[in-house]
C-alpha cells in the first residue's frame, strides 16, 4: 500500500513537529504539498526536512493530498474545511477554536461524507465525555490552572485590570461559560472547544480558571456527570521539548491523530 499523501496548512511549530514524526518513521505518510499564508514559513518547512512537496494554495494543497492538516489559525479552519469538502479528503483540524464561528461546517463535512479529525489537545477525558453523551450529561466543568505568567496578557484579565503580581495564593479568576472563556482566554481556547464539542456544547460547559502563584502547574481538570455516573480527569502538562508555547501532550495528540489517519488509509 502506498504510503497516505499528506498536505499541511500551516507550517509552524506543529507542522514541524509532525514531520519530526514522519521522520522518525513508522507512520505510513508523506507531506506532499504545503501552504502557508508566509511563504517563507512553507519554504522554511520543505528545507528544513528535506520535504519533496509542492508549495501552494489552500486548494491546491487538498487537492494534492489524500488528508490534509490544518495547523494554521482560526481563519484558516473554514477555508481548509470548505476545500476539503469539494475534494472530497479527510481532515486533521487543530485550530478548533476555529469552529466556534462556524456552527454549520462540521455538519456540512457529515453531508459531504468527510472525517475530521479533531485531536484531543493537551486534555485527558474527551473520549469518556463524548462516550458519556450518548445517555446524556447534566454537567461538564474544565478547570485550568496556569502560574500567573501564564495568563497574563489574557483579553479578561487585561480588561478587568486584575493584578496578578499581587496574587498570594491559589484564585479563581474566570468562571463561566465555555463561550465566554473563549473570548477572555484565546490562548485556552482549544481544549474548551474540543470538550464542548465533544459533550454538552460551549454554552453549557462551564470553564474555571485559577491562578497559583508560585507554581509552574498547567493542568486541566475535566469533571462530568450524567447518567453514566460521574468522571474526574486530571492532566498535568509540560511543555513540548520542541515548541515551550505549546504542551508536549497537544503535539503529542496531533501525531497520534496523523498516524491513526494513516493506518485507517491503509485499509
Ligand atoms: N488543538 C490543540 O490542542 C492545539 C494545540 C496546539 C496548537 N493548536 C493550534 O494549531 C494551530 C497551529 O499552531 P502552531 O503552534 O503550529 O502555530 P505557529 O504559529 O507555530 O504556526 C502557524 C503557521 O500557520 C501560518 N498561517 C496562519 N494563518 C494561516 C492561514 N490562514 N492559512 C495558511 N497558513 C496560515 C502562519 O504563517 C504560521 O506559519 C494554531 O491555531 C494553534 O492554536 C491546537
Redesign the pocket.
Given at each position: 500500500m502506498a504510503n497516505m499523501k499528506v498536505g499541511l496548512?500551516?507550517?509552524?511549530?506543529?507542522?514541524a513537529e509532525l514531520c519530526a514524526a514522519l521522520e522518525r518513521g513508522g507512520i505510513a505518510a508523506e507531506i506532499v504539498a504545503v501552504?502557508?499564508?508566509?511563504e517563507a514559513?512553507a519554504v522554511a518547512l520543505v528545507n528544513k526536512f528535506k520535504l519533496n512537496a509542492k508549495l501552494g494554495t489552500?486548494d491546491a494543497t487538498v487537492s494534492a493530498a489524500d488528508f490534509v492538516v490544518e495547523?494554521?489559525?482560526?481563519?484558516?479552519v473554514k477555508?481548509v474545511i470548505e476545500a476539503a469538502i469539494r475534494h472530497h479528503r479527510d481532515c486533521l483540524i487543530?485550530?478548533?477554536?476555529?469552529l466556534v464561528a462556524e456552527p454549520d461546517l462540521l455538519a456540512r463535512t457529515q453531508d459531504a461524507g468527510i472525517q475530521v479529525r479533531?485531536?484531543s489537545?493537551?486534555l485527558c477525558g474527551v473520549d469518556g465525555v463524548r462516550a458519556a453523551r450518548e445517555a446524556g450529561l447534566d454537567r461538564v466543568t474544565l478547570t485550568t490552572r496556569k502560574p500567573p505568567k501564564g495568563l497574563a496578557g489574557a483579553p479578561y484579565i487585561v480588561e478587568r485590570g486584575i493584578d496578578l503580581d499581587a496574587l498570594t495564593e491559589p484564585t479563581v479568576v474566570f468562571e463561566g461559560t465555555a463561550r465566554d472563556a473563549i473570548k477572555g482566554f484565546p490562548k485556552n481556547?482549544?481544549?474548551a472547544v474540543?470538550l464542548s464539542l465533544a459533550g454538552i456544547g460551549i454554552d453549557r460547559t462551564t470553564v474555571r480558571v485559577i491562578a497559583e502563584p508560585g507554581s509552574n502547574v498547567n493542568s486541566h481538570e475535566v469533571v462530568a456527570e450524567g447518567a453514566f455516573g460521574r468522571l474526574r480527569t486530571l492532566t498535568e502538562n509540560v511543555p513540548s521539548p520542541a515548541?515551550p508555547?505549546?504542551?508536549y501532550l497537544?503535539?503529542l495528540?496531533?501525531c497520534a491523530e496523523l498516524r491513526a489517519a494513516a493506518l485507517a488509509f491503509s485499509k
Open positions: 496548512v500551516g507550517c509552524g511549530n506543529i507542522s501552504s502557508d499564508v508566509i514559513q489552500v495547523a494554521a489559525a482560526p481563519g484558516a477555508p487543530m485550530s478548533i477554536g476555529g479533531l485531536p489537545g493537551a481556547v482549544n481544549v474540543a515548541n508555547k505549546t504542551s497537544a503535539s495528540s496531533a
